[in-house]
């Protein structure tokens, strides 16, 4: 273990080959791999702080951007950013940089990825923690037939991702406006949003979501321009193309559908987080406790969807105290 605690500058960004792309991984520390997996829209510099934290408590931090994400080549085709894909390229990395298996921390898309990669490989995961996206019940419909059916007229992101490339446009034209709106805690205020919430009315998403009066106390200006040189240099149509796999991945992961999760799991979330549809901890529960019978549930009161950041300190107790356990 490092004499001196480890501290953010420690972190180093390393190339590799990784399942044929060239592929940026932020490293920290020594002892047993920690893979962290992150979401949309967001890269490795997410995890900082869990990193440092691992570190600090004799782990190896390693943290790649996705494929089609900052540091990370894209695919060539949107087809390939599925599961069986990013799965190969997953267990890539554990195979460069870490043993089977690996400790696995995952948020939002990085979690519904973890999720279906521990299914699909369960010997390749020792522990998991997942945030803010619960495993979800397969179901019987395609997800975007089902959003049809949910929101009607109403305006949802993830059926306007599905039309390219109206959405990489609209963000790439405006990485600041986009990133701006969506790093914002459930209390940060906000103007009046320029467009209604009904999808026949024109224009992307950026204009209905209210301008935030105010950066919320866990991003700086500087965090945020961060993010937002990394998507003006790789752009949004990487992380878009997960969004257009989501029917894809439901057919893949059909014959995994009724298989038990094994290993044990920890999911943290904050619970004004849209993504869990404010559920309580028993109803997250008993949603998920048949399939991962070794889950245990933190709902950290009031916290929204970027619970990593948010709500730091908490996370990285909570991480610690569930991976230090035998």
């Not at 995952?106 to 990669?117: E, L």
């Not at 752009?235 to 997960?242: Q, R, S, V």
Request: glycine residues 6%.
């Amino acid at each position: 273990m490092n004499n001196q605690p480890y501290c953010e500058t420690d972190i180093t960004l390393n190339e590799y080959h990784i399942a044929g792309l060239k592929t940026r991984i932020a490293e920290i520390g020594s002892g047993p791999a920690v893979l962290l997996l992150h979401g949309w829209p967001e890269c490795w510099y997410s995890w900082r702080s869990q990193m440092v934290a691992l570190a600090n408590a004799g782990y190896r931090a390693i943290a790649p951007d996705m494929p089609g994400f900052a540091g990370t080549d894209d695919f060539p085709r949107c087809e390939d950013y599925n599961i069986e894909t990013i799965s190969v390229f997953i267990l890539n990395i554990i195979d460069t940089l870490a043993e089977s298996p690996v400790l696995m921390v995952a948020h939002d898309w990085g979690a519904a990825i973890a999720w279906h990669f521990t299914l699909r490989h369960p010997n390749a995961v020792s522990k998991l923690i997942t945030m803010s996206v619960p495993l979800r019940p397969h179901g019987d419909t395609p997800p975007t037939q089902k959003f049809i059916q949910q929101f009607g007229d109403r305006f949802f992101y993830q059926l306007y991702f599905q039309t390219p490339p109206h959405a990489e446009n609209e963000f790439d034209a405006n990485p600041y406006g986009i990133l701006s709106r969506l790093y914002c805690a459930p209390d940060t205020p906000r103007e009046k949003p320029l467009l209604s919430n009904r999808s026949y009315v024109g224009g992307g998403w950026i204009d209905r979501l209210g301008r935030p009066t105010q950066t919320p106390d866990w991003i700086s200006e500087s965090e945020l321009q961060y993010y937002v040189s990394q998507y003006k240099q790789r752009g949004f149509h990487g992380g878009i193309c997960y969004y257009r796999n989501i029917d894809r991945n439901w057919e893949m992961m059909a014959d995994y559908s009724e298989l038990t999760l094994h290993c044990p799991v920890l999911f943290i979330a904050g619970s004004a987080d849209n993504s869990i549809a404010r559920a309580s901890e028993e109803e997250l529960y008993q949603s998920m406790q048949t399939r991962v019978p070794n889950i245990k549930i933190a709902l950290l009161p009031n916290y929204g969807h970027w619970i990593q950041r948010e709500a730091a300190e908490q996370v990285n107790t909570l991480m610690l105290s569930f991976l230090k356990t035998s």
